[in-house]
């Protein structure tokens, strides 16, 4: 476990520095911080792929209406996505720097490709803040989820599901794909429950998270392990567990094993309304969204107490070490938990969960809408 795990609520923490405002956002002379870097700022947004909904769906939407939010209507969020590219990540970050952006987020197609890229930003004085997924080189903060824990709640719902009996249970695990640093993580966390305690039976890494591959992976572990023993199947997300049910249902699988995801899609929660799923991680995306806008302004503006505050936790990268980060919580999702997580936050409404053809399926488990 990292040294220091911490659960930030960042809209308390955004009112306590409103609270102080007087004090933080004032030189010796009384000059305001704000008036002398102006809330003109513009923050540059680069996320890596579109396979995954939740960047789209959330991150994107919500980073640029916080971003105008704290300027007053005044800052700019200029946006890219990468498509999976991490070649052309490299060119939209090199372009940022060129266009003189103040500040930028990115979320890495492949971390350690991204670093030149980054170190080029640092020399130009612009900082790069890592959002989701830990970019290497000298980036000057970090905002996710805490990845660890995320692999961790997931290689408990698997042993939860076995129960007693399991240490000759075949597991298959599909995790993500290997350029992705978050992925290792969550693989080592879900490993740190699972290691000792099953039999590992397949285990595959997934090139750009592809639902496809992962369907095909899942289709050589039955081919390998036998269609009826499998246990159980830890995928590192809900686009990929989707992939792996589709191939176990093609392979005549009618009674199927438990199979993990991340990242709370809406088809992912469906499936968990159904049975056909057994859980997913949710990640409270406003928050995560909410603070590395947060950072990115404050630190675009200059306001450095302020985003000292919001960064309470460290990280550390191949190259950088101690670098400021927010690191959020996150929560299992299962059929007893569709109300208090992704309901309860406002991501979905009960009946765009709960279409015509579900609503048996969420009236047993205390659905309707």
């Known amino acids: 476990m990292r040294e220091a795990t911490v659960a930030v609520s960042v809209s308390a923490l955004a009112l306590s520095l409103a609270a102080c405002g007087s004090l933080l956002d004032s030189d010796d002379d009384g000059t305001s911080q704000t008036e002398r870097k102006g809330d003109a700022v513009t923050v540059g947004l680069l996320l890596p792929e579109a396979e995954t909904a939740r960047y789209e769906k959330f991150d994107h939407p919500i980073i640029e209406k916080q971003v105008k939010k704290l300027t007053n209507g005044k800052g700019k969020l200029v946006y890219a996505n990468a498509k999976g590219d991490a070649a052309k990540q490299n060119g939209q970050l090199a372009q940022m720097v060129a266009d003189k952006v103040d500040a930028i987020l990115v ?94 039976a397949k285990s595959y890494d997934t090139d750009g998270w592809k639902p496809q591959t992962a369907g095909t992976h899942m289709t050589d572990a039955i081919t390998a392990i036998g269609k009826d023993n499998i246990a159980a199947v830890y995928s590192a997300n809900d686009g990929m567990a989707g992939g792996a049910i589709k191939a176990l249902k093609a392979a005549g699988i009618t009674d199927l094993p438990p199979v993990t995801g991340q990242d709370a899609e809406l088809p992912a929660v469906q499936r968990i309304v159904t049975g056909e799923q057994y859980m997913s991680v949710y990640k409270p995306y406003p928050e995560e969204a909410v603070g590395a806008a947060e950072m990115a302004v404050r630190i675009a503006q200059g306001r450095m107490v302020e985003y000292d505050a919001l960064a309470g936790d460290r990280s550390e990268n191949a190259t950088t070490k101690n670098i400021p980060s927010l690191l959020v919580s996150v929560r299992p999702l299962t059929r007893d938990t569709i109300k208090s997580t992704v309901i309860k936050d406002g991501i979905y409404k009960t009946k765009e969960i709960c279409t015509a053809e579900l609503k048996a399926a969420c009236a047993t488990v205390g659905l309707k809408g």
């Open 107 to 200: 979320s890495a197609v492949d971390a350690k490709k991204l670093a030149p890229a980054v170190k080029k930003a640092k020399e130009a004085d612009i900082p790069v803040i890592a959002y989701d997924r830990l970019a290497e080189g000298p980036v000057s903060g970090y905002v996710a989820f805490d990845n660890e824990l995320v692999g961790q709640v997931q290689g408990q719902a698997i042993l939860k599901a076995l129960g007693g009996d399991r240490q000759n249970s075949k597991i298959v695990m599909i995790n993500g794909a290997p350029t992705d640093p978050n992925a290792a993580v969550f693989k080592e966390g879900a490993l740190s429950q699972l290691k000792n305690q099953v039999d590992i």
